[in-house]
């Protein structure tokens, strides 16, 4: 499958808008949640709980099932097919960030939500913040993979420069005579 260059922009454009929202949304909930381990009032910890588990449960899907989805379009319609190691490990850590995302922070998200008070303070561990930088380290390492795009193609031996060499004096071929009229 080869993506018309009208499609391929279109595509584009949908996968680093939705690459960068989703670190975006990452970033934020890491800022929510240091605010919620940091939080001097119950008020603003319940807070900053409830956007967090709204955030994670409401745009957190959509965002990152599209960069997901518009990933793998770019890697079957383009040469930068999954036979380039850098496109493979995008897509992996892609599928692990969004796969977590659905696992473990969506529902660790929602249960913190349900158990801040906002009449009293509780002790958050660190594990607020974890997720989020997980996910921004991944997100910031692929954007890193598709700057310098490491690694060539799998099977494919990386060309040599060819080497010249000056041929010898005896192996040069005598220049023709020049008639001097």
């Known amino acids: 499958m080869n993506l018309s260059r009208r499609m391929y922009r279109f595509v584009i454009i ?40 709204i955030l994670a449960s409401t745009i957190a899907v959509p965002i990152g099932a599209t960069a ?27 599928c692990a960030t969004f796969t977590l995302t659905l696992v473990l922070l969506r529902p660790s998200l929602a249960a913190l939500a349900a158990e801040v008070d906002p009449a009293r303070l509780i002790a958050v561990d660190q594990g607020v913040i974890m997720g989020p930088i997980v996910s921004s380290t991944v997100y910031i390492t692929a954007i890193a993979l598709s700057y310098v795009k ?32």
């Open 150 to 181: 490491p690694w060539g193609a799998a099977g494919k031996p990386r060309r040599r420069p060819v080497e010249r060499r000056a041929a010898r004096p005896e192996a040069r071929r005598p220049e023709p005579a020049r008639s001097s009229r």
């Open 68 to 94: 997901l989805v518009s990933g793998l379009v770019l890697a079957l319609g383009t040469r930068w097919s999954l036979r380039y190691r850098w496109v493979l490990v995008k897509l992996i850590a892609t």
């Open 14 to 53: 949908v996968h680093v808008a939705a690459s960068v929202a989703w670190l975006g949304l990452s970033l934020a909930l890491l800022v929510l949640g240091l605010t919620v381990m940091s939080a001097g009032e119950a008020g603003v910890q319940f807070a900053s709980a409830t956007a967090m588990s």
